[in-house]
């Protein structure tokens, strides 16, 4: 038992920075699991191979140290000299878009090979006699030999970025290249060893740190486009709500009563100027408005189309509550739907459009009818891009800002459109 304490108490001495350096590795790889950094996978096989290779190192210690089968020194040999070449093959991976992944294997396959038949007593590459001493074999050269080919590899892609001025990349793979070949040949001529695996974690923790920069960066840059574009998007909705024939008809109409009667189009003047003023407030605005503003913004558009249209309908408001917020431009589209897809193509007069606020179950429900032609209705497809993107941009209004919902419902008897906002501090007047 003190011999075990004692061997152990060493192990732990010698590779003490390894096995710290691995944990931070993969403490940093599992807090960044979800930034979908690329290559992730190769990084996770990284850090397990220079597991393994921390952990068969110091088996040739322990053989010596209890009398263990010369067969375990085999697995010893052929395992570490499979995992260093491993490591650079990976680096590559990570590194280097390589396209012939399987083709680059083929060196290491081949050494793999010759590692195996070792195992047999071949000694190739390497061996070992009853008393534990090393022997190269007459191909010894070889995992040497192999390691350079792909040291080379890593160095030649280094300077390739260099001379195609990706300099912040190019200059951390020729630190890497550099290391790798440093560690390399000092741990061949017995000037450095035992350090392979803290070399080779280093060179992947700054490798990682790089990409999850530029990542992050990546990621900020495509999400501030986001937002411009989501920006575009919500003013190129909210300018199509306001129709151009319809700010001509009302200009027409103005105009026309200059003529007929100052006072009532001074008065036609100022309603106009406030109902483009609302619309142009709610290209900037983000929060709620009363619901009684929202009212004054539907009697500006009811007041401006029944003055520009020869066929008239009626207005009714059924009101039970009405001290709520409510997203600027969600109603006053349904409405201007009802009016025009729907009363108005009964020609007679006789068209209906309803709004009716309620309270149920803790929502605030805002119900919008008409009594029109409904699903008999013929639109035109503008008419038809129209009214979706009003009631496109009403539904996402009501979404973002108070997470309410809207539906609507177009049958032969007309439509009925039905909003439901949840009724909390957010939503209620203060």
Not at 139 to 145: K, R, V
Request: include cysteine.
């Amino acid at each position: 038992m003190i011999l075990t304490a004692g061997f152990l108490k060493e192990y732990i001495k010698d590779y003490y920075v390894a096995f710290i350096l691995l944990s931070g590795f993969v403490v940093t790889l599992i807090s960044n699991r979800k930034n979908h950094i690329k290559n992730v996978k190769f990084l996770w096989s990284y850090a397990a191979l220079a597991f393994a290779l921390t952990l068969f190192e110091n088996l040739e210690d322990w053989c010596d140290a209890y009398g263990k089968p010369v067969w375990i020194l085999y697995i010893k040999a052929a395992v570490c000299y499979s995992i260093q070449p491993l490591l650079i093959i990976l680096q590559l991976y990570i590194i280097a878009p390589i396209k012939q992944k399987l083709l680059l294997l083929t060196p290491f396959l081949i050494e793999a090979a010759v590692l195996i038949a070792d195992l047999f007593g071949l000694n190739n590459i390497y061996g070992y006699d009853t008393s534990h001493n090393f022997t190269a074999g007459r191909l010894h050269i070889l995992p040497a030999i192999v390691l350079c080919f792909y040291l080379i590899l890593l160095m030649n892609y280094s300077l390739m970025l260099i001379h195609r001025k990706k300099y912040s990349k190019g200059m951390i793979v020729v630190f890497i290249s550099f290391s790798a070949i440093a560690t390399t040949l000092l741990e061949y001529n017995g000037i450095i060893t035992g350090h392979t695996t803290e070399i080779a974690v280093l060179e992947m923790l700054i490798y990682y740190f790089y990409i999850s920069t530029v990542s992050n960066s990546e990621n900020q840059k495509k999400l501030y486009e986001s937002r411009i574009e989501l920006e575009q998007e919500r003013n190129k909705l909210l300018v199509a709500q306001i129709q151009p024939h319809f700010i001509f008809n009302s200009l027409a109409t103005i105009q026309s009563l200059c003529y007929t009667d100052g006072d009532v189009a001074a008065d036609y003047i100022s309603v106009f100027g406030n109902y483009l003023r609302a619309n142009i407030d709610s290209l900037s605005s983000d929060k709620p408005i009363s619901f009684e503003s929202e009212l004054d913004h539907i009697d500006q558009y009811v007041t401006l189309e029944k003055a520009s249209t020869d066929v008239d309908f009626t207005m009714i408001y059924e009101l039970s509550i009405r001290n709520f917020k409510i997203p600027p431009l969600t109603v006053q589209p349904l409405v201007e739907n009802a009016i025009k897809h729907g009363a108005l193509t009964r020609r007679d007069g006789s068209g209906v459009v309803k709004i009716k606020t309620e309270e149920h179950d803790g929502n605030i429900i805002i119900t919008v009818t008409d009594n029109g032609a409904g699903t008999k209705a013929t639109l035109t497809d503008k008419q038809k891009q129209h009214r979706s993107v009003g009631i496109e941009n009403a539904r996402q209004r009501l979404k973002l800002q108070c997470k309410g919902t809207l539906d609507v419902n177009i049958s032969e008897n007309g439509s009925k459109a039905v909003i439901i906002i949840p009724k909390n501090t957010e939503t209620e007047d203060s």
